[in-house]
């Protein structure tokens, strides 16, 4: 359906494409269900689970220890903003798996949050360098409000899908949907097909 | 808990434009189909140019689910702002706007939720909770609730009329108005300030003590909080309701934009 009388365009208009339904953001907003998480460094840990089994457990410190890696990646997130061109440091799943000794799981993941949040995904989705914990935003610590010290990103898929807070990823055979997929969101989310409520 | 969406676009038609604040516009849309909704949810609205050029956003419903045929939408104008200059300067009853919804359900309150409910808002972040408080009025609940409305001038703030009806109404019902913008040294506005006939307003930005002096007042400890307006107003009103002591899991907070 045309709107006659509109010719919107919005600034800055994108350099290359973004995904159908999006605009370009220059800042970077925050979005969250509940208050921001305050997480003490020293008390941080992530579990990984493999059908309610613990594989591996890390601090803070023993993330860091772990070989490091960088991304360079747009966001795309499902209140219609994208932001292009965004770095990260952090470890990929397949480095924590890599560290527990465990063969890369295949099934679906579920990620769980400080504050109660969840969100699942597909296993295939964080491994092959595609889901990672980050710790690291434009060279200084992920602020609290983004989801530091330590969120899941998987840049590929909506950013309700990079929980912010991660403590836990657990590994299972059935995919069951997680805080905002309960209430209609899409259970895989892939902004390039557009796929942000149940059905789309 | 699972909610369904509607998943469909659909086309709605605008039947009434009101300026609510020099900021502030409602607009009625009927729905081409009836679309029960819970308070608290948004709608998807999607502007096509005739090139074929596609902007979508987000708006909350202001109107009370007991109604659903048609929604209300308050939508401020954002300067530079795509969507919202459109819906301002060009949107007319009569006007026909593609719509999918509703959307969200974890901002959603509903009576049967008995607990004391404290909503904090900046702005046009009033929408949502408007649709809470008048479902609120609508069924007679009579769970204590108290709202704080952060604007910058008394002409900033939205259903100010019905707000006040409701509380001068409702003993359960408790409006703070916290006005950020110092009124005019002797304005009219200042002088009844000064002579205190202002009442229930405070000339300051929302605070802990504000809103300690608030939960005293309602005479018990909300178990329930609605934060919504810009991201740095949600974040910092989250904060202080945390150091009051209310539960991290009781606090859900929507966020308009930057
Ligand atoms: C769940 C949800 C519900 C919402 N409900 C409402 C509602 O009920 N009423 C309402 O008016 N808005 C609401 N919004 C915000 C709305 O979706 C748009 O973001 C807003 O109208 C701006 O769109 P625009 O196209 O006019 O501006 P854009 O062209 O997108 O932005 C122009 C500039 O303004 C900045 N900007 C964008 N939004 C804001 C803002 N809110 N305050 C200050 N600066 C901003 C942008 O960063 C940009 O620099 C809601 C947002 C969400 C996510």
Sequence with gaps: MINNKFFGRRRPEPSRPIPPGQYLEDGFPVLSAGPTQRIDIAAWDFTIEINDKTVGSWSWDSLNALTQSDIHTDLHCVTKWSKQDTDWRGVTIDTLLADAGVETPTGFVMASCDGGYTTNVPAADVIDGKGLLVHTYDGEPLAAEHGGPVRLLIPHLYLWKSAKWIKSLKFTDQDSPGFWERYGYHMYGDPWREQRYTND | ?258
């Design chain 2, 1 to 258: 808990m699972s909610q369904t969406v509607t998943q469909t676009w659909q086309i709605a038609t605008v039947t009434s434009v009101h300026d609510e604040s020099s900021r502030v516009k409602l607009f009625t849309l009927e729905l081409a189909h009836i679309t029960p909704f819970r308070a608290g949810q948004h709608f998807d609205l999607r502007l096509t140019a005739p090139d074929g050029y596609q902007a979508q956003r987000s708006y909350s419903v202001t109107s009370s689910p007991d109604e659903p045929n048609s929604i209300e939408l308050a939508i401020e104008l954002i300067s530079e702002g795509e969507v919202s200059s459109y819906f301002h300067e060009a949107v007319e009853p009569g006007d026909k706007i593609e719509i999918r919804g509703p959307i969200g359900g974890h901002f959603t309150w509903s009576p049967v939720a008995a607990k004391p409910v404290v909503m904090i808002c900046g702005g046009s972040g009033i929408a949502p909770i408007m649709s809470m408080l008048r479902h609120r009025n609508s069924t007679g609940s009579d769970v204590p609730a108290l709202l704080l409305f952060s604007t910058r001038t008394v002409a900033d703030i939205l259903f100010r009329d019905e707000l006040e009806t409701m509380a001068h109404h409702d003993p359960k019902f408790h409006l703070v108005n916290a006005l950020t913008r110092i009124p005019t040294i002797g304005s009219v506005f200042a002088k009844k300030f000064e002579q205190g006939q202002i009442g229930r307003r405070e000339m300051r930005r929302i605070d802990r003590s504000m809103i300690d002096a608030a939960f005293a007042e309602l005479g018990v400890k909300p178990a329930r909080a609605y934060i919504c307006g810009g991201s740095d107003f949600v974040e910092s009103m989250a904060n202080h309701l945390l150091n009051a002591g209310m539960a991290n899991n009781s606090i859900r907070t929507e966020r308009f934009g930057p």
